[in-house]
Each structure stands twice: as C-alpha cells, then as structure tokens.
C-alpha cells in the first residue's frame, strides 16, 4: 500500500494534499483492510460505501496496487541480493 502510494505520488497521481482519487482510496480501504483503516464515517458505513465504489473503481482502471510503480521494477535489486533473500 505504502509503495503504491509513494509510487502515485511520483507519478502525480495525488491532489495538492497528497491524496489519491476517492476510487483509488476505495480500492485500498477493501484490499489492505487489515493493515488501514480510516476514521470517518463510521466503519458500518465504510463498508457499504466502499462497497458499492470498488466494482467501479476496478472498472476504471484503479488497482489497489500497480506493477508498473512496484520497488522490483523502480529498483531491481542486484542479481546476487534477491538469490539471499
């Protein structure tokens, strides 16, 4: 999620604030639900509204995360480093 975020940004993909689309925000709210939670509205409310915007989100185009903007394509690491991890 970080990576995505840190990668949109590069790309200008975010508002003079640093946010993403709504869509985007949707997106990651349902896919990284375990690590990020927002604090309004109300989780009930979340859920229902998250709900509805990410079959469109995907639709458009938004994904929660993007191999374009991925570490391993903005910085491979050396051969010799991946076969150590």
């Known amino acids: 999620m970080i990576e995505t975020l840190f ?3 590069q790309q200008g993909q975010v ?3 640093g946010m993403p689309h709504p869509l985007q925000l949707a ?3 349902t896919e990284f639900s ?3 939670e927002f604090r309004k ?3 009930a409310v979340q859920r ?3 709900g509805v915007l990410t079959p469109i989100a995907r639709r458009r185009g938004y994904r929660a995360t993007y191999p374009q903007i991925s570490r391993t394509v903005l910085a491979p690491r050396p051969q010799s480093e991946t076969l150590a991890n």
Do not use: Q, S
């Open 27 to 29: 997106l990651f709210a």
């Open 34 to 36: 375990d690590v990020l």
């Open 48 to 50: 229902m509204i998250f």
């Open 7 to 9: 990668g949109l940004a």
């Open 41 to 43: 509205p109300p989780p």
């Open 15 to 17: 508002d003079a604030k």
